[in-house]
């Protein structure tokens, strides 16, 4: 029996994050510079993202690409832009058959023109679909997102629209990037790294976190399944005891 048929359906996490590393150590693997790893971890995107629908997942959000990830070099950087640019649109054909609604987040605006048109395309293109919502986080740092959202409140309230007395946990997550998204239930990371990476700060705060030693690049349908198999054995108890769940 395969972990897909082990998987109780009920009980699916409505929303998983997953941290996509281990690129560029499989790449060096094989020799090859780490692009070679960016190129071939698409393909892992396209089966998870597949897989997820399968067991009716309704939300994926990946980590594409950090803020801090401008700091690399110059050179992998772009061929990355390059990637994303490609590979949305050799991508797009398969979105619309699986009727995968896709979705950003992040400071899009540091992105190249042309990778921001492509993907703004992309976008336009998919928004009439209605099923499994695929969110990429491009550009994106947690910390910042969070500034922002208390400059916007800040805004609010000095423009008289808001009482400091009426800030509340809600009013604070609907001025995050996430507004439209339920927080992740589950969140995956690959390479064995054991770090959040300045990744979803706020809306993981009771998500349940899974560390896999497989490199990006490997992880498959299979690997999808097993987490959320584990994530079904878990008791989810948001600060109760085990008798009041």
């Known amino acids: 029996m395969g972990y897909q048929d082990q998987i109780d359906l009920s009980r699916v996490p409505q929303h998983i994050a997953v941290i996509m590393d281990g690129n560029g150590r499989w790449a060096k693997g094989f020799g090859k510079l780490r692009v070679f790893g960016h190129h071939n971890g698409v393909k892992s995107v396209r089966e998870v993202v597949e897989a997820a629908d399968d067991i009716g997942v309704k939300y994926i959000t990946l980590y594409t690409f950090s803020s801090e990830n401008w700091n690399r070099p110059k050179l992998e950087v772009t061929a990355i832009m390059e990637l994303l640019v490609s590979a949305l ?23 190249p023109p042309r990778c921001l048109r492509e993907l703004t395309s992309s976008m336009e293109k998919t928004s009439g679909n209605t099923g499994i919502v695929m969110t990429l986080a491009i550009s994106y740092s947690s910390r910042r997102e969070l500034t922002q959202s208390a400059k916007n409140i800040a805004q609010l309230v000095k423009d008289g629209k808001l009482n400091p007395e009426d800030i509340t946990e809600e009013v604070f997550a609907q001025n995050l990037y996430t507004h439209d998204l339920p927080d992740p239930e589950l969140l995956i990371r690959t390479s064995g790294e054991y770090r959040i990476s300045n990744y979803l700060l706020w809306q ?36 109760k005891t085990s008798e009041q769940v």
């Open 89 to 111: 649109s050799k991508e797009i054909a398969q979105m619309m058959k699986n009727n995968v609604k896709l979705s950003a987040i992040g400071d899009l605006d540091m992105l």
């Open 204 to 239: 993981i705060a009771y998500a349940e976190l899974y560390f896999t030693p497989k490199l990006w690049p490997d992880f498959r349908r299979e690997d999808l399944f097993e987490a959320v198999l584990d994530y079904q054995k878990r008791e989810r108890r948001f600060g």
